[in-house]
């Protein structure tokens, strides 16, 4: 499909290319699919810097998109200044993590997905009809993208969130002065993200409660910086300059992801609390999962079923996992601070661990002697779920059990079933762990036993 050709039917048609958007179309051209992606050109959005998490560059390997990121030569992120519910220190980061302005960074995924054949049209999408079994996708120049699924990818939906009792507005400024890494702190009503992206000034983002914060006018300007001077994250000498911006940062799960011939991504799926500094991180991996669920929908419609409600169990998983996370961090400022922003974000759910903990699991810690007699903890269920296996989605065997965070199937790239399904009696750990070297080296099996018996899916035997 060429730009001249947008009359002829794609495969895939993309709406926003921002991570989510260039990553999917990338895979997608990668397993052989005819994409094409509508972009806005610029995002609108209120800051231009962010961390990206270490782990995104691992998983833009399966593009390729990682080579031009690491030549781009954006600034490495060692440490952090964290002053949340303590005061301030000095936090490393995970070696590898970035502090990439973000239009750079986009265009370069972007440019990636040309490279592997996706058509890129810098437009952007006024209306979407769904005309019987094929969508048209009308774009401003008045120009039809007529394509076989539709990804959204087109990031956060923007209203804002205001009902939440967690609703979360980030108001950005710039401001004269450059700073020695990225800061985080809490203060009463808020928290503060500051950072600077090599250049001599730095972007500064509250997080604060927009139901206080939108009827004010002109007047949140003022409060902006009343708020930033307060926190002390810049010396006294520091100017704002330019005016403020602003946007909606509560996390949220979409009510639908995905439907017969749709599916949406990134933020337009699942949007996290800027706290976790891994949207990106998090949009790259929702992105090359909803490749294979859209691949398996288009190459093997008998499985579409299954491939969908894949990418829903995903997304559903990850935003339960977010949101407890999210509430610990609050919960541990409000704990400290026990004011109305802090303590409305901070309601504990019970973790999903605790359930293991209660049952008198992970007792015990340290590492048996291999004459010691283990058997599969009576707790282990052998189940059928989704997996993403090569580049389908598919049933594949795998193990409930209370020690495990859902079903498992793999753990490090090994099925886990056919490791304990012969499992049924007793043995000692030396014979499970000789009987899996059969099929992986001796020091992984060791180290998988080990991990299993921390887990209590295996357990050891007082004989
Ligand atoms: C204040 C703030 C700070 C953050 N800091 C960090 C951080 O430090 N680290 C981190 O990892 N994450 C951070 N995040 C989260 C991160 O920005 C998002 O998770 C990430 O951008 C999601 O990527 P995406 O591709 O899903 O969406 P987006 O990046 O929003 O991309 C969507 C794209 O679609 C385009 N678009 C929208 N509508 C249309 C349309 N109709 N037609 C065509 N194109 C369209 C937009 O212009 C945009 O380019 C932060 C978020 C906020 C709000």
Do not use: K
Request: charged share 20%; aromatic share 4%.
């Amino acid at each position: 499909v060429s730009i001249d050709d947008q009359s002829a039917l794609a495969d895939v048609a993309v709406i926003g290319a921002g991570p989510a958007g260039a990553t999917v179309a990338a895979r997608l051209a990668q397993l052989g699919h005819r994409v094409v992606a509508v972009g806005r050109g610029r995002a609108r959005r209120s800051h231009r810097c962010e961390t990206l998490a270490a782990a995104t560059l691992d998983l833009l390997t399966m593009t390729e998109a990682d080579r031009s990121v690491r030549r781009a030569g954006f600034p490495a992120v060692e440490a952090m200044t964290v002053a949340w519910e303590t005061s301030p220190a000095i936090r490393p980061m995970p070696p590898g993590s970035l502090l990439v302005d973000r239009d750079r960074f986009d265009g370069l995924l972007v440019d990636r997905a040309v490279e592997l054949g996706v058509t890129v049209i810098r437009a952007t999408a006024v209306r979407r009809l769904h005309n019987g079994s094929n969508w048209q996708i009308e774009l401003n120049d008045g120009a039809t993208v007529r394509a076989r699924f539709v990804v959204d990818a087109s990031g956060r939906p923007s209203s804002l969130r205001q009902s939440r009792p967690d609703a979360l507005l980030g108001v950005t400024g710039r401001w004269n002065v450059a700073l020695d890494r990225p800061t985080v702190v809490a203060v009463d009503d808020g928290w503060i993200w500051a950072s600077s992206d090599g250049s001599q000034s730095c972007e500064v983002t509250v997080f604060v409660d927009p139901r206080a914060w939108r009827t004010l006018g002109p007047d949140a300007v003022t409060r902006y910086v009343h708020l930033v001077d307060r926190a002390g994250v810049l010396p006294p000498a520091a100017r704002m300059a330019g005016g403020v911006t602003s946007g909606d940062a509560t996390s949220a799960l979409a009510s639908e992801v995905c439907g017969s011939d749709w599916l949406a991504v990134g933020d337009a799926a699942l949007a996290l609390d800027p706290l976790s500094s891994s949207g990106v991180q998090r949009a790259v991996q929702t992105a090359l999962t909803a490749a294979v669920v859209i691949h398996t929908v288009l190459s093997c419609p008998a499985d579409a079923a299954l491939a969908l409600d894949h990418h829903r169990q995903v997304l559903a998983r990850s935003a339960e996992h977010h949101s407890a996370w999210t509430r610990e961090s609050y919960a541990a400022v409000s704990a400290v601070r026990p004011t109305a922003f802090w303590t409305a974000r901070a309601t504990p759910e019970p973790r999903a661990g605790s359930a293991a903990a209660a049952l008198g699991l992970h007792t015990s810690r340290s590492v048996p002697p291999p004459d010691a007699v283990v058997r599969r903890s009576p707790l282990v269920r052998f189940v059928e779920v989704s997996q993403v296996v090569g580049d389908t989605v598919r049933l594949a065997p795998a193990v409930v059990h209370p020690g495990f965070d859902g079903a498992v199937a793999y753990v490090a790239g090994t099925a886990v079933v056919p490791l304990l399904a012969p499992l049924d009696g007793m043995a000692t750990i030396g014979d499970v762990v000789g009987a899996w070297t059969d099929t992986m080296p001796a020091a992984a099996a060791v180290e998988l036993a080990h991990w299993l018996l921390r887990r209590g899916v295996i357990e050891e035997v007082a004989v």
